[in-house]
């Protein structure tokens, strides 16, 4: 019994090795565009719409609600395209579009 669980636990740990050096991808990038985007302009994320590679890292775009109403479908949410390098830094953000919750894409 005891060989079964540190068998278990070996595989677990090489399972989360493996995780930690592929979740460097698209995952890991729209988790931490978020986080660092969140810290910055103190407003919650709503979502990503967007996550794609570039030269020099990755490019993310993360919905934020900027402006809480009620009824909900009347708060005001923007879409922030997020810069991120290699290893996962902040390299720029900017506010690309700014909408109502309940309003269509044009």
């Known amino acids: 019994m005891a060989e079964n669980r540190r068998a278990h ?6 399972t989360a090795t493996s995780r930690t050096a592929s979740a460097r991808g698209p995952e890991h990038a729209a988790r931490t565009a978020c986080e660092s985007l969140e810290r910055l302009i103190c407003h919650p994320a709503e979502g990503v719409s967007a996550v794609r590679r570039d030269d020099d ?12 109403r009620i009824p909900d479908t009347t708060s005001l949410l923007a879409s922030y ?3 991120l390098d290699d290893r996962g830094d902040l390299l720029e953000y900017s506010r690309v579009r700014r909408y109502r919750r309940g309003a269509a894409d044009e």
């Not at 636990?9 to 090489?14: H, L």
């Open 57 to 68: 890292g990755w490019c993310v775009v993360v919905d934020v609600l900027e402006v809480p």
């Open 9 to 14: 636990a070996e595989r677990s740990t090489k």
């Open 81 to 83: 395209e997020v810069r």
